[in-house]
């Protein structure tokens, strides 16, 4: 009989989990080199941001849009999830879109960092016309399939 437990995987698994970490540990002391308290600081910072800051205001806005949809709440999956990504992706570029780091991105790169401001916002859009699509596709659909009402 088998013994509960941990599942181990396969060596293979093991060997790349093993090597993930030897290259996350090497990114660590490379990133730790030159300015650890300023790194450790940045991390700190921002899981007290997250989790004193932002949580509380994704769950209020979250909430909100659960109340104004009522019954239909199906359909908050097409709010959700293009202002999910569209956040992501403001928080990810948020530097450059601030343009607080312009300088060092020019310097570093050789590329200018104009534009990224109007990127995110046509990629803001394109997800919410997207997804603003694809609910109009459903609802189209779903109202052919539907039997027409006997009077």
């Known amino acids: 009989m088998k013994r509960p437990g941990i599942p181990v995987g396969s060596p293979l698994q093991l060997l790349l989990l093993a090597c993930s970490f030897a290259l996350a540990g090497y990114a ?8 650890w308290f300023g790194v450790a600081l940045w991390f ?4 007290l941001l997250h989790d004193l800051v ?7 806005l979250d909430r909100a849009l659960v109340k104004a949809a009522g019954r239909r709440r199906d ?13 992501l992706l403001l928080l990810v570029w948020f530097p450059l879109i601030s343009g607080r780091v312009a300088g060092r991105y020019a310097s570093a790169t050789g590329l200018s960092p104009d534009g990224f401001l109007a990127r995110w916002l046509l ?9 603003a699509l694809l609910f109009v596709l459903r609802l189209r659909r779903a109202t052919k399939q539907r039997p027409p009402a006997a009077h």
């Open 44 to 47: 700190v910072g921002a899981a």
């Open 54 to 60: 932002l949580v509380p205001l994704y769950a209020g």
């Open 75 to 87: 359909r908050i999956g097409y709010v959700r999830v293009p202002a999910a990504l569209s956040a």
């Open 28 to 35: 660590g002391v490379r990133l730790l080199d030159g300015d």
């Open 123 to 131: 990629l803001t859009a394109a997800l919410f016309g997207g997804s």
